[in-house]
Every structure is written in structure tokens, then in C-alpha cells.
């Protein structure tokens, strides 16, 4: 602690505040390469990726796909990576380390951008920060299909773990286009461009299985939005199906149909969203669903036909013995194609980027426009893009759900392939949009390089909480913690202060296609003791003994006042590794303490307000922030407690990788007799894979690796012919947008 008079020398010299729009946006300067997916690392970078194609930014003499991102500073740097990462899944692992899985395999190897058939690859990247040599291969994408790949292609997957943080990689394309149903479409199972697996990573040793959800909604079921239940089974929407499905037996059990028959994935991409997990809903999963629309008719060009506003409730699981059903939702306030979903820390859920008319994807020609000169919106196929954010209180009264009082309008547009991300400071960044073949910046919607952050209306606040005691480690029940907010850190009755604080954990996900997948905010029981100082201690417990509801692995603890959140702290939930969680014996929180005198002192210094977190002992929990509503006493205190810890973190991470070195660690990975490509059930395969030096890895040996399809994209991708219904529609119904035969939508 420091010395009072130098404490008092540090407020006199500290600035306030810094000024932000609240319900505005700022520059995020140059991501490099487009935004297509982003995850968030740690407190300090983002990771984005983009397809192979020709960006101005290089890396080992080629066009660089992907980079990373920094938080404080907003400047991007380049990364490598080996193949096409073009519309690839993605979800974290529970170390903390992030995979992606599978992208466009034309051709298998493209000597012009220098990238290799991405269909079947696994990526894996361990997250560094700026103390750490991000030369080294520890913080590099490992990206070798001869040592680590998939069983089978996947173009527009789906990934979703168990509790025990095995990953499921569900449906996508085997080859691609607009949809995965190619014409005559006479049995779905074999006629069209659509992978109708699923398998596991670790790799299982068995043949990927068929999945009859997959068959039924042949045509339109790319990016299959799937959430875990409680039960272990996942929940799953796609086409305008839905069902409970167990991957550990492929059972099903079907579930209502989306209402209207409105059609929400891939290429029809509409927000989507788990509502946050709290002790008032027991925990019980909701699904929210906005936006897009009839896939069936009339058979128009995309961009002529407006997105729904309709929004759409169902709780796969009810808890109360009634059967689960769709309910109808508060509308949006406008239409809104490929709009995305961000959670927010004080539970509410923002919505951003999007087009009023038209679907994701892009093209050269459709049915009625046979020349691309004559395209009206180049390549894109949605027009009218909606820059305006609104947001959704799940809370509020119906009809009082949504709101964008005081919100700017981005003058840039977010089309396809955009993609956004909570910040550990609230904020929300922004970046992407290319509904372009390859890179073009003269278009009506181009290539975007250009990242924005968005400051939600808790900006305004000019004191954030300050918690202390956040521990970097959770468990699935167990032990209650202790998390100390000064007094500074609210105004007004403590009482009230501490009636109306929330602990949530968060997690943002993988971010691509409109959709996070992984993204979660559970809310943990407290109790809470006010003290003669005006400080509040909240009594926490642990994560619900539930994993199936937030999986192992990196999240972030906020705690919220009033409405306020604090900076958002790294936190590790669950044992860290692929396994069977651990379930412990909730522990029980004392009586609630009140004292009715007692008041906070925010707004009492000139100082302006401080973000600062403290957590007990983690290397990687966050004390950071973008800058903004930062103390610059309490920045520069945390910012040397985080060097110190950092500096053992490398030292560690370094002596390991020496250790390995002398006993002659084992290179590559351990692989399964399932054959080249898959890993044995037992290991983890991130275990060492990211904090070892270049030998762990085989030498890339893309002459033995496996050989993914190189047919033609250029195929029809619709329904039926033009004359008729024609061929297999387990809908009955269904015709489609119907782009021409030789179009190359994607």
C-alpha cells in the first residue's frame, strides 16, 4: 500500500477521466486483414482472421489472413497462418487456448496467396501478451494438417463443447457455396455439397456419424446455432427445425418449428443468443432469436426482399413441466439482416452491424441479372446497411424491450462478414465487412479494414467499480469467495448499492457469421455485508456444480453497481484441462448485513473515476483497460503488479520449454489408430503444443497429409429447378431464393 502522502501527491497529479461518446463510436484504427472472426485473448489482444486473399499487409511473403489486435494501443500486427481459414468455427479450450476448425478447400494448394486446403485443419493458438516474444512459436498458430487435422471436410461448421470441455464439430460443407444442397437434390445424404457428421476433438476413435437433424434441413443448415443444455444434450436450430440432441448417442428429440417458418441460419443470419444464466431463472437456458426470413418465397433477387423484424423466445428445457415452445418476442426496431448479439456485463444484450434487405453471401449474377455489370450492389447481396445499434433488456416489461435513445449511426457499413467482441472494459469492438470474391476497395461495400468501438450507456457513469479480492480461478461448486468494493466505488445508500450489484461471468466467444459461438454471462449467488466504511464485501459462491451450462475454460468476472460495470477480470473456470469436472458440494453464503447510515463517496474527488480490479494472484487476470475512465494512479500501481507476474509467467513458461529440450521431449502429437490426422482420445492435445519451443512439431509434410476435394464452387446452390418443385424437400415446401445455375455465391 502506499505511503499516505505519496497517495496524496498521486491523486493531486492524476487526469481524469477521459472523455468518450457515450453511445457513440471511436476510431480502432487498421485491423490489416479483414475482420471475418475475432476472438478476445486476454486483457491486452484480440485475434482476427480473415480468408487467404490478397490483403496489403504481408507476412513471409505472402498476403497476410490473419492478426492480432491490440487493446491499449488499437494497432494490429500480422500473423501467419498455414491454410485457408475462409469461414472456419471456432470455440476456446479449457487452458485458455483457442482452436479453429476446417475453411475453404479449393484448391489444395493455391501458389499465388500460398495457403493450403484449410477443410480439414485444426488451428490452435495460445494467447500472449506483449511481455512475451510473440516470435516464438508458443504464440504462434500451429497450423500443420499432417500432424493435426479433422476426419472429415467441414466448410461452415458448428462448434459446441461438453461440460468436460471436449469439442463437437457439427455438420457444415463438404464442398461450398450459397447453400449446401446442390440441384437435383434427389436424397439429401448424398446430393448436394453438405457435410452431415459430426465429430469430436479430441478425436474419437470412430467413424464421424450421420445426424438425421442434418438430413431433414438439408439445404439450409451451415452454422448450425447449437447451445448445451442442462442435460447434456444440445439444443439445435437450423432451416426452421429445431431439436434436443445427445452426440453421445445421437438421439434426438424434435421440438417445435421456428414460427413462420422464418429461416435464421447461414445464409439467412439472424441474431441469435443464450439470455443470461441467473439465480432468479434457476439457471435455465433461454434462446433468443431475431430476424431474417422466409427462405421459400417469392423467388426474388436477395436484396430486394426486407429482414423480419420479428423476435422469438424458446427454453428448450423448462423447468416448470410444461412442454418448451416458441413465444413471441418484443420486435426489433428495424429489419435487420446479420445482425449480431454481444452480451453485455449489466445483462442486457446489445445488437450491431447488418443490412435491412437481402442475406449473407455474394455473387456475380442471380436468375434475373445475368451480366455482374449489371449488379447493383456489386457483389453483395444485401443492401442498406443498418448502423445504428439498439439494445435489449430481457428484463423490461414486453413491449419496452428494445431501445436506441441517444445512439450514433456508423457511416460504416457492416455487411457480411463482419464481426464484434466485448472488451474487457465493456466497450465493444467492431470490425470487418467483405461481401467481395477477393479484396476490393472501390465497391459499393469493400473490403473493410477500418475497426470501431462502440461505448454503451454505462459509459457515462464518471466512477466505475474498483473490486477487489476477484480470484483467477473458478470451480464448479465448492468454497464461497470474497470480493471487497471501496466506497469509493458508488454513491448513494449502501444498502441500495449493494442490493442492486451483480457478479456475473462472462465470455464472448468465437465470433463469426453473426454468431459467438461459446458466448455465455451467469450470474453468481451472493450475499453481501456493508461495513461502518462504506465499504461493501459480497459473499460469492462458486459456478453452479452445472457445467453443461458454462463450460471449462477463459472468462471474465465483472462486478456491476447499480448498473455500472467494473473492467472485466481474467478468470480460468474449471480445472483447466479436458476431463470430467469436478462437481462440489455448494457451500453456503451468510445472512446479508446491512447498515442503513452508511453511503458511498464516489463523486467526492476531482480525480474522475478508476476502473482498477484487483485479483488474488493471476497471471492473467485483467487490470487493464482501452484507456478509457482510468485512474492514472490506480494504472500505473496495477500496471507493476501485472510486469512482475508477467516476467514469472515467462521465466516459467521458458524453463519448461528448456526442461523438455534436455530430457528430450517427444515431438508432434499422440496420435490415435483411428489413422494420420486424428488425436487418441486420452490426450490433451493443447497440453504442450503451445508452451514448447518448434520442436514439438513435425516438420509441415502437406505430400503426406490428406488430400481434401478440389471439385469445382462452381455449381448451382438452390432448391429446385426453375420449372417446379423438382427434387427431395423434407419441408415439402421449400423453394429458395433460386440463384442460377454457375452462380458463385458464397
Not at 475 to 484: A, L
Request: charged share 15%.
Amino acid at each position: 500500500m502506499l505511503p499516505p502522502t505519496l497517495l496524496a501527491l498521486c491523486l493531486a497529479a492524476a487526469t481524469p477521466a477521459l472523455a468518450v461518446k457515450v453511445g457513440g463510436f471511436e476510431d480502432g484504427g487498421n485491423t490489416l486483414v479483414s475482420g471475418l472472426m475475432m476472438f478476445l485473448g486476454n486483457d491486452e489482444k484480440v485475434y482476427i482472421l480473415d480468408k487467404a486473399e490478397g490483403n496489403d499487409a504481408q507476412v513471409a511473403g505472402h498476403s497476410a489472413w490473419a492478426s492480432v489486435w491490440d487493446i491499449a494501443t488499437r494497432k494490429a500486427e500480422v500473423m501467419d497462418v498455414s491454410s485457408n481459414t475462409f469461414c472456419s468455427s471456432g470455440f476456446h479450450l479449457p487452458n485458455g487456448s483457442y482452436t479453429t476448425f476446417g475453411g475453404n478447400g479449393c484448391p489444395a494448394w493455391d501458389a499465388e496467396y500460398q495457403d493450403f486446403d484449410g477443410s480439414k485443419s485444426i488451428r490452435i493458438l495460445n494467447p500472449c501478451k506483449n511481455t512475451d516474444n510473440f516470435a516464438d512459436p508458443s504464440c504462434q498458430w500451429f497450423d500443420d494438417a499432417s500432424v493435426l487435422a479433422m476426419k472429415k471436410a467441414r466448410w461452415y461448421s458448428t462448434a459446441e463443447a461438453l461440460a468436460d470441455g471436449t469439442i463437437v464439430l457439427l455438420g457444415g460443407f463438404s464442398t461450398g457455396g450459397y447453400i449446401n444442397r446442390n440441384y437435383p437434390n434427389t436424397d439429401p445424404d448424398s446430393g448436394g455439397g453438405s457435410q452431415n457428421t459430426y465429430e469430436f476433438f479430441p478425436a474419437r476413435d470412430v467413424d464421424p456419424p450421420k445426424v438425421n437433424f442434418l438430413l431433414k434441413t438439408s439445404g439450409l443448415n451451415a452454422y448450425v446455432h447449437a447451445f448445451l443444455m442442462p442435460s447434456g444434450k444440445m439444443f439445435l436450430q437450423a432451416n426452421y427445425s429445431s431439436t434436443l440432441w445427445d452426440p453421445e448417442t445421437n438421439a434426438e428429440t424434435a421440438l417445435p418449428d421456428m414460427p413462420g417458418n422464418i429461416v435464421r441460419v447461414y445464409p439467412a443470419s439472424g441474431a441469435t443468443a443464450m439470455l443470461p444464466l441467473t439465480p432468479k431463472n434457476n439457471y435455465t437456458p433461454t434462446i433468443i432469436f431475431c430476424a431474417w426470413g422466409d427462405f421459400s418465397y417469392p423467388r426474388i433477387d436477395t436484396w430486394n426482399y426486407p429482414a423480419t423484424r420479428d423476435c422469438q423466445r424458446i427454453t428448450p428445457e423448462p423447468t416448470d413441466g410444461s412442454a418448451p415452445a416458441y413465444t413471441k418476442d418484443d420486435d426489433l426496431i428495424e429489419g435487420r439482416s446479420m445482425g449480431q448479439f454481444i452480451i453485455l456485463p449489466d445483462g442486457k444484450l446489445l445488437v450491431v452491424n447488418g443490412a435491412l434487405n437481402g442475406t449473407a453471401g455474394y455473387a456475380q449474377r442471380t436468375y434475373t441479372i445475368t451480366s455482374f455489370a449489371d449488379m447493383p450492389y456489386g457483389e453483395s447481396l444485401a443492401n442498406g446497411h443498418v448502423g445504428t445499434p439498439a439494445i435489449y433488456d430481457p428484463n423490461a416489461p414486453a413491449g419496452q424491450r428494445w431501445s436506441n435513445d441517444g445512439f450514433d449511426t456508423s457511416p460504416i457499413a457492416r455487411m457480411y462478414h463482419s464481426s464484434a467482441m466485448l472488451l474487457p472494459d465493456g466497450s465493444v469492438l467492431i470490425a470487418g465487412s467483405n461481401p467481395n470474391v477477393d479484396v476490393n476497395k472501390t465497391t459499393l461495400y469493400p473490403t473493410e479494414y477500418r475497426a470501431e468501438v462502440f461505448y454503451p450507456p454505462y459509459f457515462s457513469a464518471t466512477v466505475r467499480p474498483a473490486p477487489s479480492g476477484i480470484p483467477s480461478k473458478l470451480t464448479y461448486g465448492g468454497d464461497p469467495f470474497d470480493i471487497t468494493i471501496p466506497a469509493s466505488s458508488y454513491s448513494g445508500s449502501a444498502n441500495d448499492a449493494a442490493d442492486n450489484t451483480v457478479v456475473a461471468v462472462m465470455r464472448g466467444g468465437f465470433t463469426t457469421h453473426a454468431m459467438n459461438m461459446g458466448q455465455r454471462f451467469l450470474q453468481l449467488n451472493n450475499t453481501y455485508t456493508v461495513n461502518q466504511d462504506g465499504s461493501i464485501v459480497l459473499h460469492c459462491s462458486q459456478m453452479p456444480p452445472i457445467p453443461e451450462i458454462f463450460q471449462p475454460g477463459p472468462a471474465w468476472i465483472y462486478v456491476t453497481v447499480k448498473g455500472i460495470p467494473s473492467n472485466g477480470s481474467y478468470v480460468i473456470v474449471g480445472s483447466g484441462k479436458i476431463e470430467a469436472q469436478t462437481k462440489l458440494p455448494v457451500g453456503g453464503l451468510p445472512q446479508s448485513v446491512r447498515l442503513d447510515s452508511v453511503a458511498g463517496t464516489a463523486g467526492t474527488s476531482s480525480t474522475g473515476g478508476n476502473t482498477g480490479n484487483s485479483n488474488d494472484g493471476s497471471t492473467k487476470s485483467s487490470s487493464m483497460s482501452t484507456g478509457t475512465i482510468v485512474g492514472a494512479v490506480v494504472g500505473a500501481v496495477a500496471g507493476l503488479a501485472l510486469l512482475g507476474a508477467l516476467v514469472g509467467l515467462c521465466l516459467a513458461r521458458r524453463n519448461k520449454a528448456a526442461a523438455a529440450r534436455e530430457t528430450g521431449a517427444a515431438g508432434g502429437y499422440q496420435m490415435s489408430a483411428a489413422g494420420p490426422g486424428t488425436l487418441a482420445a486420452s490426450t490433451v492435445p493443447y497440453a504442450n503444443a503451445r508452451e514448447s519451443d518448434s520442436s514439438a512439431f513435425v516438420p509441415l509434410n502437406h505430400e503426406t497429409a490428406w488430400n481434401a476435394s478440389t471439385s469445382s464452387l462452381d455449381r448451382p446452390y438452390r432448391d429446385d429447378g426453375e420449372g417446379g418443385r423438382g427434387s427431395y424437400d423434407p419441408y415439402g415446401n421449400h423453394h429458395g431464393t433460386g440463384l442460377p445455375q454457375g452462380a458463385r455465391p458464397y
